[in-house]
């Protein structure tokens, strides 16, 4: 168990971003954004290289496939940390090395934890292709002609079936994610223009009950986000506290679908083994205890799943609405751009884009606390929770920030 | 060990996996799971089978998620199964599926509490449904393959 103590104890005092979008210009790879984000985090935090004590990276890029990508990036930016390594928990492990920055940083061991995450899989990748077939388990899920969205569609059916979830309702997040990437200069599908319900259940079928409009888009580029930890002490001395890490939890379940089936029923996921509940569950229950938050103190969501009803369980699991009752929640206007919780504020993975992995998420949260959300700015954002995901609905992170220390 | 499993697998060149224009690498049987493959060369379905704690589990575990043991043995299934989930598939995951969609993937439970992923294969005027009884069969399917599969609507 996570000693207290250690919510709200450390702080993200700089953040470096770099971006690229497809056709323009020569492509970049996922090491040269990743170089020039984390060599801007540090000038932002006003850190030296020789103060980085941690590297931590996300998994190794789909688009930069070399084994230890930690060390890749560690050798060009010249630091020589007592802590170095690859975040491996798929998606979820991009917030994974904040939370490994916190403790990292809070256990006093390093002053400085530096969390890189980078792809630009769409730059370099068909990944509709690529992708398709890279989730399934080789010997008894693949031959089967198991392609990843028939992987998320396994929890989705069970899912529908136990809690009389309508495609419908599913397709409200589609709708009002697109909404939000209206507003995103970066967006996707921004120049897509709105849609509607009908049009998620006009769109032909992908794999049932999954429709085009219910399935993530692959950003069209790349994105690399770094931000720099440490102690809260040490931020407020010598620093501007960007946001507290006030509360951080993760669970993973399993690596494949066959395997989410077999080996649970124990805690923390004694309802188990089912398709209909995740580790995000868990994940959430240890960030809000250390946070000492609830889900009605939280101001802005934004998750990481692929596909539209997948948001609805997630949903339910962060706490903002009971089990089963996610459809209900979105349909009577839950996550409305107009008048809801603010959810996916930037379009989220079905309209802004999927970026394999990343902190991105994390960085527009950051940005609409301090009115930096160019036209889709939140009113009083104070306290933001990040759900970061990886693998079919198999590794889940939470991470919840504040703008000023709460503990 | 005898991997031949269908004339038409080379398994010492093993069987190559592609995603459109992308090679994903070679699937082969491992240690752990050979004598599973050498069973559906026989027609066989098999499970792990934990001999202290009598549990079956998925041919691909290694320890008992009960007590540890790694003695773990082979044990013939039923057969027999329900449907927990199903996905019927439209856009295939590669240019060797194309051909057989729509087809449906999912995850049968069998008699003996095991959930196992597979094709499923409504038979007649069956429709495959969450609960619908399933009985294993052995066809050879895309990849050229002889696998398990689950016919649905079968008594």
């Given amino acids: 168990m996570m000693r207290a103590s250690v919510g709200g104890s450390t702080a993200i005092v700089g953040i470096g971003r770099a971006m690229t979008r497809r056709g323009d210009g020569p492509p970049k790879t996922p090491l040269q954004l990743g170089a020039v984000a984390a060599v801007d985090a540090l000038r932002k935090a006003g850190i030296k290289r020789g103060q980085v004590g941690a590297l931590f990276t996300g998994r190794m890029p789909t688009s930069y496939m070399v084994l230890q990508y930690n060390q890749a990036l560690l050798n060009e930016l010249k630091i020589g940390p007592a802590f ?116 998620v259940l006009a769109s032909r079928m992908i794999a049932s009950p999954l429709r085009l409009l219910d399935c993530a888009v692959w950003y069209p580029g790349g994105i690399a986000t770094a931000m720099v930890v440490t102690r809260a002490d040490v931020a407020r001395a010598d620093h501007e506290p960007l946001a507290y890490l006030a509360g951080f939890g993760q669970c993973s379940t399993h690596e494949w679908v066959s395997e989410r089936m077999g080996g649970w029923g124990y805690a923390p996921l004694e309802d188990g083994p089912n398709m209909f509940r995740t580790g995000a569950a868990e994940a959430a229950r240890q960030a809000y205890a250390m946070a000492a938050l609830k889900p009605k103190d939280i101001d802005i969501v934004q998750t990481s799943v692929p596909f539209s009803f997948a948001h609805l369980i997630i949903l339910e699991e962060l706490g903002f609405c009971g089990i089963g009752e996610g459809g209900a929640f979105v349909e009577s206007g839950g ?73 | 060990m005898n991997y031949e499993m269908h004339k038409a697998i080379d398994w010492s060149q093993g069987l190559p996996l592609t ?18 493959w050498e069973a559906v060369a026989r027609r066989e379905l098999v499970l792990k089978w934990c001999p202290h704690c009598r549990i079956a589990f998925h041919p691909k575990r290694i320890v008992c998620t009960a007590c540890g043991a790694d003695d773990l043995e082979w044990k013939r299934a039923s057969g027999r199964a329900t449907v927990y989930s199903f996905s019927e598939v439209h856009h295939a995951p590669s240019g060797v599926f194309a051909p057989s969609v729509p087809y449906t993937v999912g995850l049968v439970a069998l008699e003996e509490g095991v959930h196992l992923f597979s094709r499923l294969i409504p038979e007649g005027d069956a429709k495959v449904a969450i609960g619908a009884p399933a009985q294993v069969e052995f066809r050879v399917m895309e990849l050229g393959q002889l696998l398990p599969v689950f016919v649905v609507g079968k008594p």
């Fill in chain 2, 19 to 36: 995603a459109g224009d992308y090679f994903l690498g070679i699937y082969q049987p491992s240690p752990e799971t050979a004598g599973y």
């Fill in chain 1, 335 to 407: 996550i409305d751009y107009d008048g809801g919780l603010p959810f996916n504020t930037m379009g989220g993975y079905l309209s802004f884009g999927q970026v394999s992995q990343g902190l991105y998420n994390m960085h527009e949260t950051i940005n609409q606390m301090w009115g930096r959300a160019e036209g889709r700015q939140v009113p009083d954002v104070e306290v933001g929770l990040v759900h970061g995901h990886g693998g079919p609905l198999a590794s889940h992170s939470a991470v919840i920030v504040s703008k000023e220390r709460l503990q």
């Fill in chain 1, 84 to 199: 170095s390594s690859e975040v491996t928990s798929h998606g979820a492990g991009a917030l994974g090395t904040l939370q490994l920055g916190a403790m990292a940083v809070h256990s006093g061991a390093i002053d400085y934890a530096l969390c890189v995450t980078n792809d630009s899989s769409g730059v370099w990748l068909n990944q509709t292709h690529a992708n398709a077939a890279t989730e399934g388990e080789l010997q008894f899920e693949y031959p089967y002609g198991a392609s990843t969205p028939s992987l998320y569609a396994q929890f989705a059916c069970r899912y529908m079936h136990e809690f009389n979830i309508t495609p419908a309702m599913a397709a409200r997040v589609a709708v009002e994610n697109r909404r939000w990437a209206l507003d995103h200069p970066h967006a996707a599908m921004r120049s897509k223009g709105p849609i509607t319900v009908d049009d």
